[in-house]
């Protein structure tokens, strides 16, 4: 994969989550199509404190911890949904900015 390949797939895998929040499809069930993790990838989210996670010894199931997250405040506040996205990718990955209400 060249570089500006691999900047694109991390780009769409930001892009994957975002469309499934938009779409409000996360609640359901929904997974993140384009989230294909390559061996030794690491995983950081603030839910998770200040630890990363090797998700080849320590893998979650994006799927269920995010159908949980979801439903958990749908629940409360049936119009929940993502307000504003920014991501940028690179060569080794990508950050995410996320802003619900």
């Not at 294909?36 to 979650?60: C, Q, R, V």
């Not at 949980?68 to 080794?92: G, H, Q, R």
Request: aromatic content about 14%; some cysteine.
């Amino acid at each position: 994969m060249t570089l500006s390949e691999r900047i694109e797939r991390h780009r769409a895998m930001a892009e994957s989550y975002h469309a499934a929040y938009l779409k409000k499809q996360v609640e359901s069930g929904a997974t993140y199509e384009e989230w294909k993790f390559a061996p030794h990838a690491s995983y950081w989210s603030p839910y998770f404190g200040d630890s990363m996670i090797d998700l080849e010894t320590n893998p979650i199931s994006v799927r269920r911890s995010a159908t949980m997250e979801a439903a958990t405040y749908c629940v409360t506040l049936p119009d929940w949904t993502i307000l504003d996205f920014k991501c940028w990718s690179s060569d080794n990955g990508f950050v995410m900015q996320s802003h619900f209400g």
